[in-house]
């Protein structure tokens, strides 16, 4: 049970705040309700590369990191495709520079020109170390696409290309925090050894006075039903052939995602898996293969995806894999295989929760779904899915029409 | 009340570390079992040390296939069936084979302890290695090694190991011959020589009693052997530099470092504070002038990786290709800058207080203190040797910095090793 006190501020800041007496640290989590999903689909990457923007420093505060550094702490952040999410961790009787620095960026930003200039350069070699310059680097810039067709889930994170990073301007930057950048567009919740009224009391000194930003209500194009198979097959640089299977799911929250999710468990994860077992055991045909779910806010994606030892088996895999794929639907799983799944499950939460910063993360997060609690119910929901349920949401999920899928072969063998 | 946003927060005071060290169970055979209990969730980490490693293969692979394969079957159950019974209770398995030592590692649920521990002791006493796992095994490993060599990060590791350590295994690298060469019957080998006994201590995380204990007792009393010292190396090495070229990289790997020492050297933890003002944070010369301010790359750090016998100072960076000679005159530049002038002391006290909430972070959590322990073991230190620490951090002058960085970071010690 993961305790915490709610409470919102009158300019609309959402506040979580979970209380642990054997730490000395603290963590201060804020999380900004714009992501990827959010940007022009013209000037794609801009929520990330204002990510690095946010720690040019702001009115107040000359530079960012540093005034954390000085009391010992630290800083970082992430965007996906939903969310922005900023961390500190300082020692817990520092608290106060951490609510100052962080209370003062968000709606007094101080870019100046070589800022955007400089976290340009960088956030483009991040795009090429991460993206360009490693074998499969490019797997999600080409299989979004592929598997969106209309919501902006069609674009990754980093952007869909250097162009668009090389065109955003300050006006595009400023534009973008004056849109998302406010009190009433983000959820700070703060863990540690602290009272609620002590919590009370600096939340409204630090955060109390800032304006609150314009209401923005979010009009994201819906992703079509898709009627038929999707596949892309494209030629890289690289030692094998790689594939991703990926079929349409229900949002975080969505009444079958915890269904699913256990799916692509009983699928893909770890050895005793069925996609293991028939692929890397018994066919011997694949050198790794796993199922993972991508988590989305918006509906989203279970990902089936491995390598090839020989490139020329790409075919008979994938007959292969639907004539399977068919099989498990119609004779369903045990309940042995869920309760496998369910408990491995049990143990992950157990130990992720141990983790100041993973129960400030998701109990913002949770809270941004609809509700903090919701981390505390979320084990239940696990704990009380059927086979039958699991055997029902098979039918649905592993359906071909509902497929896109991406292979990447390597050039010597599209020469021979 | 609204607070003056131009006057930064009272800086507090310096908060005590409170390290919880664990108790120690002396096991009849003398095998010590440590255990740190405060953990709030029913949940268990048991870390079973085997003292033999890379150092003790007589081949390149041998320690980290018997490690990846260790539970890929036994005399009467497959991999199949060992990994179902695994999962029924929650419960996983890591094998890793170290320099010195392997570590078995199970995570699990306290309420399926035992039944977790039958299914490890099983594979203790009876692991098969099985021809046909050891050999989709080495397939599997041989491609993703095929796929790591097109990384330059990778490559320029191999390099920079090789050239740091020419006439230890510390700079041995595993090649294709070497994935094709390796037998089942070497990890069977390398299995009954040292993992089947050989246990030198296990290290508990988690609200075990003393019924838990006793299953451990039971498993490993048999298997214990003391630690045996760490052997001398040939430590010599020259300072090559070296470029590999990749024409269609985008980017450039870099790596420079030197052989350094073990945390028992009585400059280690002082040159531990130059190498974090280096490149061991945020704030750090490299990345401020790499990346925040010339923008070259998304990351640059240095660090110090420590083993019983030895250790090495490395600097690591992936730049843009166009700017690799302009990044390696940068980092050479940001070196001598250490070793001309005098750190002023606004950067030293900010390297102070970052370092000083580091030191309490390391600490907070049975997991972390554990870690702070084993540290502090392995390396023969004393167990209040991070109160020790902050001394020196409060005590060390510019003066002193500047010593230390014209003794060890002379750029023609150092191996340059850049790939891409």
């Given at each position: 049970m993961i305790n915490h006190h709610k409470f919102t501020l009158k300019n609309g800041l959402r506040v979580v705040f979970h209380q642990d007496k054997t730490t000395p640290m603290a963590v201060v989590?804020?999380?900004?309700?714009?992501?990827?999903?959010?940007?022009?689909?013209?000037?794609?990457?801009?929520?990330?590369?204002?990510?690095?923007?946010?720690?040019?420093?702001?009115?107040?505060?000359?530079?960012?990191?540093?005034?954390l550094q000085k009391v010992g702490g630290q800083s970082n952040a992430f965007t996906s495709n939903d969310i922005t999410n900023y961390y500190i961790n300082l020692p817990k009787n520092q608290i106060e520079t951490a609510l100052w620095v962080e209370s003062d960026r968000m709606t007094q930003l101080a870019l100046t020109d070589k800022n955007l200039e400089t976290q340009r350069q960088v956030v483009i070699e991040e795009f090429k170390q991460r993206y360009l310059n490693q074998p499969y680097g490019d797997t999600w810039l080409e299989l979004r696409p592929v598997a969106f067709e209309k919501h902006p889930y069609n674009w990754a994170t980093i952007g869909k290309n250097l162009e668009h990073i090389e065109r955003v301007t300050m006006a595009d930057a400023m534009h973008f925090y004056h849109n998302y950048y406010h009190p009433n567009n983000a959820i700070l919740s703060i863990a540690g050894d602290f009272e609620i009224a002590e919590i009370e009391h600096l939340v409204n000194a630090w955060y109390g006075d800032l304006p609150a930003g314009p209401h923005i209500s979010r009009k994201l194009i819906e992703e079509p039903k898709q009627l038929e198979y999707r596949n892309r097959t494209i030629v890289r640089d690289v030692p094998a052939t790689a594939f991703y299977f990926t079929f349409k799911m229900g949002g975080r929250m969505s009444e079958h995602y915890a269904i699913v999710d256990l799916i692509s468990d009983i699928l893909g994860r770890g050895k005793s898996s069925m996609?293991?077992?028939?692929?890397?055991?018994?066919?011997?045909?694949?050198?790794?293969?796993?199922?993972f779910i991508l988590g989305s806010i918006?509906?989203?994606?279970?990902?089936?995806?491995?390598?090839?030892?020989?490139?020329?088996?790409?075919?008979?895999?994938?007959?292969?894999?639907?004539?399977?794929?068919?099989?498990?639907c119609a004779n369903g799983i045990e309940q042995k295989d869920l309760e496998k799944v369910r408990n491995?499950?049990?143990?992950?939460?157990?130990?992720?929760?141990?983790?100041?910063?993973?129960?400030?993360?998701?109990?913002a997060y949770f809270e941004l779904l609809g509700d903090a609690d919701l981390i505390n119910s979320e084990v239940l929901n696990y704990e009380n899915i059927t086979a039958e349920q699991v055997n029902a949401e098979l039918k649905k999920v592993l359906q071909k029409s509902q497929c896109s899928s991406l292979i990447i072969q390597p050039e010597s063998h599209d020469q021979k | 009340m609204t607070k003056n946003r131009s006057q930064a927060p009272e800086v507090g005071a310096l908060q005590n570390i409170s390290l919880v060290l664990p108790e120690i169970h002396n096991t009849e055979s003398g095998l010590p079992i440590h255990v740190i209990r405060e953990v709030p969730n029913d949940v268990f980490h048991v870390h079973i040390e085997f003292g033999a490693g890379k150092m003790q293969q007589t081949k390149p692979l041998i320690s980290s296939f018997t490690a990846d394969l260790l539970f890929s079957g036994t005399k009467d159950l497959s991999q199949l069936e060992i990994q179902e019974k695994l999962d029924m209770q929650g419960a996983f398995v890591n094998v890793e084979a170290?320099?010195?030592?392997?570590?078995?590692?199970?995570?699990?649920?306290?309420?399926?302890?035992?039944?977790?521990?039958?299914?490890v002791k099983d594979?203790?006493?009876?692991?098969?290695?099985?021809?046909?796992?050891?050999?989709?095994?080495?397939?599997?490993?041989?491609?993703?090694?095929?796929?790591?060599?097109?990384?330059?990060?990778y490559v320029a590791r191999r390099e920079f190991l090789k050239a740091l350590f020419p006439n230890n295994k510390l700079g041995e690298v595993a090649e294709e011959s070497d994935f094709l060469n390796i037998k089942a019957k070497d990890c069977s080998?390398?299995?009954?020589?040292?993992?089947?006994?050989?246990?030198?201590?296990?290290?508990?995380?988690?609200?075990?009693?003393?019924?838990?204990?006793?299953?451990?007792?039971?498993?490993?009393?048999?298997?214990?052997?003391?630690?045996?010292?760490?052997?001398?190396?040939?430590?010599?090495?020259?300072?090559?530099?070296?470029?590999?070229?990749?024409?269609?990289?985008?980017?450039t790997t870099i790596r420079i470092g030197r052989v350094l020492f073990t945390p028992k050297h009585e400059d280690y933890f002082e040159f531990d504070i130059l190498e974090t003002i280096l490149g061991g944070y945020f704030g750090s010369r490299l990345m401020q002038n790499l990346r925040e301010d010339k923008g070259y790359t998304y990351g640059v750090g240095s660090g110090i990786t420590a083993y019983e016998n030895t250790g090495y100072f490395f600097i690591s960076t992936e730049v843009g290709k166009e700017h690799k000679d302009a990044a390696v005159e940068a980092i050479k530049h940001e070196i001598n800058r250490l070793r001309e002038e005098e750190i002023g002391t606004d950067e030293l006290d900010l390297a102070r207080a970052y370092i000083q909430g580091q030191?309490?972070?390391?600490?907070?959590?049975?997991?972390?203190?554990?870690?702070?322990?084993?540290?502090?073991?392995?390396?023969?230190?004393?167990?209040?040797h991070l109160n020790s620490f902050l001394e020196t951090l409060n005590k060390i002058s510019p003066k002193r910095l500047q010593e230390l960085a014209v003794k060890y970071l002379d750029w023609d010690k150092m191996v340059v090793v850049v790939v891409g």
């Amino acid at each position: 049970m993961i305790n915490h006190h709610k409470f919102t501020l009158k300019n609309g800041l959402r506040v979580v705040f979970h209380q642990d007496k054997t730490t000395p640290m603290a963590v201060v989590n804020t999380l900004y309700d714009v992501g990827a999903r959010d940007e022009n689909p013209e000037l794609t990457g801009l929520a990330h590369l204002f990510e690095h923007l946010m720690f040019s420093g702001s009115a107040h505060v000359e530079d960012f990191d540093k005034a954390l550094q000085k009391v010992g702490g630290q800083s970082n952040a992430f965007t996906s495709n939903d969310i922005t999410n900023y961390y500190i961790n300082l020692p817990k009787n520092q608290i106060e520079t951490a609510l100052w620095v962080e209370s003062d960026r968000m709606t007094q930003l101080a870019l100046t020109d070589k800022n955007l200039e400089t976290q340009r350069q960088v956030v483009i070699e991040e795009f090429k170390q991460r993206y360009l310059n490693q074998p499969y680097g490019d797997t999600w810039l080409e299989l979004r696409p592929v598997a969106f067709e209309k919501h902006p889930y069609n674009w990754a994170t980093i952007g869909k290309n250097l162009e668009h990073i090389e065109r955003v301007t300050m006006a595009d930057a400023m534009h973008f925090y004056h849109n998302y950048y406010h009190p009433n567009n983000a959820i700070l919740s703060i863990a540690g050894d602290f009272e609620i009224a002590e919590i009370e009391h600096l939340v409204n000194a630090w955060y109390g006075d800032l304006p609150a930003g314009p209401h923005i209500s979010r009009k994201l194009i819906e992703e079509p039903k898709q009627l038929e198979y999707r596949n892309r097959t494209i030629v890289r640089d690289v030692p094998a052939t790689a594939f991703y299977f990926t079929f349409k799911m229900g949002g975080r929250m969505s009444e079958h995602y915890a269904i699913v999710d256990l799916i692509s468990d009983i699928l893909g994860r770890g050895k005793s898996s069925m996609l293991y077992q028939r692929y890397f055991n018994e066919k011997q045909w694949v050198s790794e293969i796993s199922a993972f779910i991508l988590g989305s806010i918006d509906p989203g994606l279970l990902v089936v995806s491995g390598k090839l030892h020989d490139p020329s088996m790409m075919q008979t895999l994938e007959a292969d894999l639907w004539a399977f794929m068919e099989d498990i639907c119609a004779n369903g799983i045990e309940q042995k295989d869920l309760e496998k799944v369910r408990n491995k499950f049990l143990t992950s939460k157990m130990f992720e929760e141990l983790g100041l910063q993973s129960r400030a993360m998701n109990l913002a997060y949770f809270e941004l779904l609809g509700d903090a609690d919701l981390i505390n119910s979320e084990v239940l929901n696990y704990e009380n899915i059927t086979a039958e349920q699991v055997n029902a949401e098979l039918k649905k999920v592993l359906q071909k029409s509902q497929c896109s899928s991406l292979i990447i072969q390597p050039e010597s063998h599209d020469q021979k | 009340m609204t607070k003056n946003r131009s006057q930064a927060p009272e800086v507090g005071a310096l908060q005590n570390i409170s390290l919880v060290l664990p108790e120690i169970h002396n096991t009849e055979s003398g095998l010590p079992i440590h255990v740190i209990r405060e953990v709030p969730n029913d949940v268990f980490h048991v870390h079973i040390e085997f003292g033999a490693g890379k150092m003790q293969q007589t081949k390149p692979l041998i320690s980290s296939f018997t490690a990846d394969l260790l539970f890929s079957g036994t005399k009467d159950l497959s991999q199949l069936e060992i990994q179902e019974k695994l999962d029924m209770q929650g419960a996983f398995v890591n094998v890793e084979a170290g320099m010195n030592r392997s570590s078995l590692h199970v995570y699990g649920l306290l309420n399926h302890f035992q039944s977790t521990f039958e299914i490890v002791k099983d594979v203790l006493e009876n692991a098969s290695f099985p021809e046909d796992k050891f050999e989709m095994h080495r397939k599997a490993a041989l491609q993703q090694h095929t796929i790591n060599m097109e990384k330059n990060a990778y490559v320029a590791r191999r390099e920079f190991l090789k050239a740091l350590f020419p006439n230890n295994k510390l700079g041995e690298v595993a090649e294709e011959s070497d994935f094709l060469n390796i037998k089942a019957k070497d990890c069977s080998e390398f299995y009954q020589e040292h993992l089947s006994k050989n246990v030198e201590q296990i290290n508990i995380v988690g609200p075990i009693s003393e019924e838990h204990i006793a299953i451990l007792e039971e498993i490993f009393n048999n298997r214990y052997s003391k630690t045996t010292k760490a052997q001398k190396l040939d430590l010599t090495y020259h300072p090559v530099q070296q470029y590999i070229e990749k024409p269609k990289a985008m980017q450039t790997t870099i790596r420079i470092g030197r052989v350094l020492f073990t945390p028992k050297h009585e400059d280690y933890f002082e040159f531990d504070i130059l190498e974090t003002i280096l490149g061991g944070y945020f704030g750090s010369r490299l990345m401020q002038n790499l990346r925040e301010d010339k923008g070259y790359t998304y990351g640059v750090g240095s660090g110090i990786t420590a083993y019983e016998n030895t250790g090495y100072f490395f600097i690591s960076t992936e730049v843009g290709k166009e700017h690799k000679d302009a990044a390696v005159e940068a980092i050479k530049h940001e070196i001598n800058r250490l070793r001309e002038e005098e750190i002023g002391t606004d950067e030293l006290d900010l390297a102070r207080a970052y370092i000083q909430g580091q030191i309490l972070k390391s600490t907070d959590g049975a997991f972390a203190q554990m870690s702070q322990f084993l540290f502090a073991k392995r390396f023969d230190l004393p167990q209040n040797h991070l109160n020790s620490f902050l001394e020196t951090l409060n005590k060390i002058s510019p003066k002193r910095l500047q010593e230390l960085a014209v003794k060890y970071l002379d750029w023609d010690k150092m191996v340059v090793v850049v790939v891409g």
